[in-house]
């Protein structure tokens, strides 16, 4: 895929929007609870595979959870 600065400083990806790139690699953060589970579940769907193992913390309030996913092409 070719990537291109357009005339208004924006970059080109070729007919696809910024927001529909797929991205090669992916961290996704949040707290830990259905909605994440689904956006994990989201991309997996989507092609995406698992990278490594995921990581918890504590944030004083609740759990946030983290997964790294990468897209195999």
Known sequence: MIYRENTTGQIDFGGIGMDEKRLRYRLITGRDDASFC????KLL?????LYGSPALTYNGEY???AQALILKE
């Open 38 to 41: 689904t956006r994990v579940s």
């Open 45 to 49: 769907d989507e092609g995406y595979e």
């Open 63 to 65: 759990a946030v959870a």
